[in-house]
């Protein structure tokens, strides 16, 4: 038995000897916590903000494994994983991300898996690599910190789609300038007591004047973009039902802030005058909010976004390639991790090195 298990292990060796990989490569250990590794994993969480199509930002929870291959000719590329938890901030909001409160568990948090090669070179972090999927808490954990919290609703739920109908219509019935047209339903709830639902989603401003709009179908977005986030609860009464919605409306937008060079940028000193966002439901002091209700729900169907209850990053990078095969090395580094047997190649160091590492937020 014993010679078996040697021979296979040797076979091993010799298999993973005999592939295709540069022979002589060694990955270089590091703590999950040191500030390098942390600043590799903090320009991954940028691109993964830069690159998301819809939902919300997510920020850094904890670093789970790390490892920094040499490149030739030069340079390093960090391989990581980490996981990451979604914020309450709307992927178009201004905020910068330090200012952006994490989605609590009460609120059905919602969690980020992602693999990153990142490449070291001359002090500068460049994103090769990209692959993420997110996944909300379980109903059983949300249930256990809060039974009577809303579960997350799919966002085709029929009363999802009403709530956001009726509240969009209100909100363009009080506007006094822009018609606003609905880009995203961002996530949903059903609340039991009192039987509600609660609504997030994003807006856009269109030419059309609200006050003057006969037919939504022929309102165009602006080229300059101005997006809006709004907040909504559909109560249901007897005999009828209840609106209040809280939209906050950004400022037009500007050119995106990109990392600086050096990849030391954690965070964006803008003067964006909003404050941090108290957990919903509709709390938060808005830029230009306004509360009405009630209102007669006319509206008709809003496009269906489809069935998923979040935005799961598995699609964040859809229409941006995942794999920014910038030169054949990043391909090549992308196949290392699975040929090289950790155990043979690297040299051992003096002690085990603390990986994952510590959690920033909660665990889900
Ligand atoms: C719209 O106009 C009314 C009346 O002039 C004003 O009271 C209200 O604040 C305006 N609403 C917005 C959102 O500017
Ligand atoms: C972000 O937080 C910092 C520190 O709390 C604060 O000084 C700054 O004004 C905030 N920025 C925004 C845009 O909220
Ligand atoms: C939501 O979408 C899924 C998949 O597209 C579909 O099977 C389901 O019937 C839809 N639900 C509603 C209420 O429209």
């Not at 819809?54 to 291959?69: A, C, E, F, P, S």
């Amino acid at each position: 038995m014993k010679v078996l298990t040697l021979l296979l292990c040797l076979a091993q060796f010799w298999g993973c000897q005999a592939a295709p990989h540069l022979p002589g490569l060694v990955y270089r250990e590091l703590n999950c916590d040191d500030p390098e590794t942390e600043q590799a994993a903090l320009v991954a969480v940028d691109y993964i903000n830069d690159h998301l199509l819809g939902g919300y930002k997510h920020t850094l929870n904890q670093i789970d494994k790390v490892k920094v291959w040499p490149r030739r000719p030069m340079g390093e590329v960090f391989e990581l994983e980490i996981d990451t938890l979604e914020t309450t901030c709307y992927v178009r909001d201004p905020t910068p991300l330090a200012n952006c409160t994490v989605r609590q568990l009460t609120e059905h948090a919602v969690e980020g898996d992602c693999d990153f090669q990142v490449l070291k070179q001359d002090g500068q972090f460049t994103v090769l690599f990209a692959k993420c999927h997110s996944s909300p808490d379980s109903a059983e954990d949300v249930r256990k910190v809060c039974p009577q919290c809303g579960l997350l609703a799919p966002m085709n739920d029929t009363k999802v789609v009403h709530a956001v109908d009726v509240a969009l219509t209100a909100f363009n019935t009080q506007s006094n300038g822009s018609y606003f047209q609905l880009v995203e339903i961002s996530r949903a709830q059903h609340v039991p007591l009192p039987p509600s639902t609660y609504v997030e989603f994003a807006v856009a401003a269109t030419d059309c004047v609200a006050k003057e709009v006969t037919d939504p179908a022929k309102c165009n977005l602006l080229a300059e973009k101005q997006y809006g986030f709004c907040k909504a609860t559909l109560t249901e009464k007897v005999g009828g039902e209840d609106v209040a919605v809280t939209c906050t409306l950004f400022q037009t937008q500007p050119v995106p802030p990109q990392l600086q060079p050096d990849g030391t940028e954690m965070s964006n000193p803008t003067s964006v005058a909003d404050s941090a966002l108290p957990p919903p439901p509709q709390a938060d002091p808005p830029v230009a909010a306004l509360v009405v209700g009630p209102v007669v729900a006319t509206a008709p169907q809003a496009s269906l976004p489809g069935h998923r209850a979040h935005y799961d990053l598995r699609h964040a990078f859809m229409g941006v390639a995942s794999v920014e095969s910038a030169s054949g090395e990043a391909s090549h580094m992308g196949k290392v991790p699975n040929v090289a047997q950790p155990s043979i190649v690297v040299a051992a160091g003096p002690m085990a090195r603390p990986c994952p590492g510590r959690i920033r937020h909660f665990k889900i």
